[in-house]
């Protein structure tokens, strides 16, 4: 079974200090990954995604992913960080078997301090 | 552009009372719908998904229903609302053709409220 999982509930970091957010996962095939964002009372807004070629897939407002196979990871980044960034962070996965279901995990708070 | 639209906004129903919450795609044919519920502003569940109209795909067994009557349109359903239906519920989409790697797009979400 495919599972992905965020380790962190919640992300403190300082206005300007770089920014990750973790992801890893588990899957048979080959995964299809996203990062999406959320702000309070709003739809999910998506940030990027990796399907194949360059571990570094580089995104919406500065956000960029590392895609790392033998870590089963995706890790979220952005080099410096603002106070709007504070959000809800979801990782999400997909395989060609699955590809109707879009799995979530349960989400990161990133809280951005000035 | 497609743009998607999801209505009502907020909603506050009494148990017992029924549901229609109401999701359109503009600016494309053929796109895959999906309803997820977020309960505890945490947690996404899939609830149903659509490849095309009348056909529907259920994940969980529940007090819901969804229905595609048109190619863009997406209905979510029920007959008698339960508490433990509240929630915050979202339409997406993703265009053809149906690959894994095509990126689903959100609504903004409609809230319920089941008191």
């Known amino acids: 079974a495919q599972s992905v999982a965020q380790p962190e509930d919640q992300v403190n970091v300082a206005e300007g200090n770089p920014l990750t957010v973790k992801c890893t996962y588990s899957?048979?095939?080959?995964?299809?990954l996203f990062w999406y964002v959320q702000y309070p009372n709003r739809g999910l807004q998506f940030l990027l995604k990796?399907?194949?070629?360059?571990?570094l897939v580089k995104g919406s407002y500065g956000f960029e992913a590392e895609f790392n196979k033998s870590q089963t990871s995706f890790h979220l980044k952005k080099p410096s960080a603002l106070v709007s960034d504070s959000a809800l962070y979801f990782c999400?996965?997909?395989?060609?078997?699955?590809?109707?279901?879009?799995?979530f995990g349960a989400g990161t708070q990133v809280v951005v301090t000035p | 552009s497609q743009t998607i639209h999801q209505w009502p906004a907020t909603l506050v129903q009494p148990v017992g009372s029924p549901l229609s919450l109401e999701c359109t795609v503009e600016?494309?044919?053929?796109?895959?719908l999906y309803w997820y519920r977020q309960a505890a502003g945490r947690g996404l569940q899939l609830l149903f998904y659509?490849?095309?109209?009348?056909?529907i795909s259920s994940e969980v067994p529940q007090n819901l229903s969804a229905s595609r009557p048109q190619d863009r349109q997406f209905i979510l359903s029920s007959k008698k609302l339960l508490l433990s239906d509240s929630g915050f519920y979202l339409c997406?989409?993703?265009?053809?053709?149906?690959?894994?790697?095509?990126?689903?797009?959100f609504g903004e979400g409609s809230w319920l409220t089941v008191v």
């Open positions: 997406a989409w993703n265009p053809p053709p149906t690959v894994a790697g095509n990126t689903i797009y």
């Open positions: 899957v048979s095939g080959n995964p299809y």
């Open positions: 990796y399907i194949t070629g360059d571990n």
């Open positions: 999400a996965l997909r395989t060609t078997d699955s590809w109707g279901k879009l799995q």
């Open positions: 600016g494309t044919s053929n796109p895959n």
């Open positions: 659509s490849v095309g109209i009348g056909q």
